[in-house]
């Protein structure tokens, strides 16, 4: 039965993989948006955030998800770059994340960013699903929008669908090959000791409905009690990058992972040199499906609470650096928050 829906931590997804892949498509199907267009030379530089809420995914799950069986408030997208260059941003993804999706073209198959993005969470240990993506792209393929993989499948020529196979199985020995036994989605029981591969195709959506389905599940069953732990505390999160807003100076685009941030808080940010110590103006939260890093109408509120994406303007912000923990000041004293602070950084 669905409990209030405010008391659990919307659970973070991470998506993670070799470049173009199709992973800011993906999160552009399920949102309904078009930010990989506008990305300078289609990759994808920064970290990017978007809270997708359970109203959205049942829709495009239709008849493989019923809302009522869920007591989480949706997802929290994590979209990474996929270029070899941006290691540093894919691990700080990684270690965000309570769930991954990795994403990876079914022709390509694994690549080494994938092999890295293996790596990354077989090191933090994050559960994944794997998104075998762009089966559009198999020869003779007959594409069926937006529907399950299954249905698809029954859409298919033999010839189409044992081609796709082929690279199923392939992709299923290269997961094999670092260790991990997986098996297409359908066959797996228990989701933390199998992986699941889910055929998707970010261009027409099918699948998608399965892999959101398949999240949600991993979420739910495996992820509840996590999901329930110290949802009031003092706000503890992540700053994806520094931005400067008209009217607010420099501010903060953040990942909160943890507990409430609130207008007028005392925050502690990692900065240059010192831990920077300042008071949150205002709190400004992307619209539902937006992506914090192309959104242009934020929503002031007084309180965020995790896991969200959040921009935070605050005065004395100039010195701080993406990449740094902040934390919110609630009952403890400032010092012993600076030096978690410094710890962390
Ligand atoms: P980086 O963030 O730069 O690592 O790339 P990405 O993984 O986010 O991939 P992106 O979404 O930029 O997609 C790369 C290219 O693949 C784009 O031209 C997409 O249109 C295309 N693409 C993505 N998914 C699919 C798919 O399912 N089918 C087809 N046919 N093309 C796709
Ligand atoms: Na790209
Ligand atoms: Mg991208």
Redesign the pocket.
């Known amino acids: 039965s669905a409990a209030d829906p405010g008391a659990l931590r919307t659970p973070i997804v991470a998506v993670l ?1 070799h ?8 999160l552009d199907r399920i949102r309904g948006s078009a930010v ?1 267009e506008g ?1 300078a030379g ?3 530089q920064h970290i990017g955030a978007t809270a997708v809420p359970l109203e959205t995914i049942s829709d495009m799950a239709g008849s493989l998800v019923d809302p009522t069986d869920f007591d989480l408030p949706g997802l929290l997208f994590i979209d990474t ?3 070899h260059s941006f290691s540093t941003l894919r691990s700080r993804g990684g270690a965000l994340a309570d769930i991954a999706v990795l ?1 990876v073209d079914v022709n390509d198959g694994f690549q080494p960013q994938t092999e890295e993005a293996i790596d990354i969470l077989k090191r933090t240990g994050t559960p994944f699903v794997v998104a075998a ?2 089966v ?2 198999t020869p003779g393929w007959n594409p069926q929008e937006g529907e399950p993989i299954q249905r698809s499948l029954e859409k298919q020529s033999d010839r189409a669908e044992n081609r796709l196979n082929e690279n199923l199985y392939e992709l299923i020995g290269d997961l094999s090959g670092k260790g991990f036994s997986a098996d297409f989605y359908w066959r797996v029981q228990d989701f933390q000791s199998n992986i699941g591969v889910v055929p998707v ?3 027409t959506g099918e699948g998608i409905p399965d892999l959101l389905t398949v999240l949600m599940g991993l979420s739910q069953r495996y992820m509840k009690a996590e999901m329930a732990v110290d949802v009031a505390g003092p706000g503890v999160g992540t700053v994806l990058e520094v931005k400067d807003e008209r009217g607010f100076g420099a501010t903060l685009d953040v990942v909160l992972y943890d507990g409430v941030v609130r207008e007028g808080d005392t925050i502690v940010v990692g900065g240059r040199d010192d831990p920077i110590v300042t008071e949150v103006r205002a709190l400004l939260q992307p619209r539902p499906n937006a992506e914090i890093r192309t959104e242009k109408r934020f929503e002031r509120v007084d309180e965020v609470r995790a896991a969200a994406g959040v921009k935070i303007a605050a005065p004395d912000l100039d010195e701080a650096m993406s990449g740094a923990p902040v934390r919110v000041v609630r009952g403890d004293d400032v010092d012993a928050v600076k030096a978690e602070v410094r710890k962390e950084l």
């Open positions: 993989g470049v173009d892949h199709g992973k800011t498509t993906l990989q990305e289609a990759i994808t770059p996929g270029h994403v993506n762009k559009d792209t195709s970010a261009m």
